[in-house]
Nanobody
């Protein structure tokens, strides 16, 4: 599965961004999809995930601010990020579990204070 993330950029603290991840196959056939992020000097961490059954899971640090969703018409995984904080600055990656794990190239999110 090929994944392409987009939507990153520079935003001020308190602002919003919406990330999208396009896939080369129907994402609704996947077991799960996730967003991860990696900040400079830190390990990659799970941000949010959504299962085939639409169960969602969020890192404590983003609960109430980020929303993960899937768009059937566009066949994309999305991450709506609101009330952004400087500590959200990282490269964000989408991940698909279709039986095999696939990673997309990251998209950089920079939140200025």
């Amino acid at each position: 599965v090929q994944l392409q993330a987009s939507g990153g950029g520079l935003v001020q603290a308190g602002g919003s961004l919406r990330l999208s991840c396009a896939a080369s196959r129907n994402i609704f056939g996947f077991r799960a999809m996730s967003w991860y992020r990696q900040a400079p000097g830190k390990e990659r961490e799970l941000v949010a995930s959504i299962s085939a059954g639409r169960d969602t899971n969020y890192a404590d640090s983003v609960k109430g601010r980020f929303t993960i969703s899937r768009d059937r018409a566009k066949n994309t995984l999305n991450l709506q990020m609101d009330s952004l904080k400087p500590e959200d600055t990282a490269v964000y990656y989408c991940r698909a579990d279709s039986g095999w794990v696939s990673w997309g190239r990251g998209t950089l999110v920079t939140v200025s204070s």
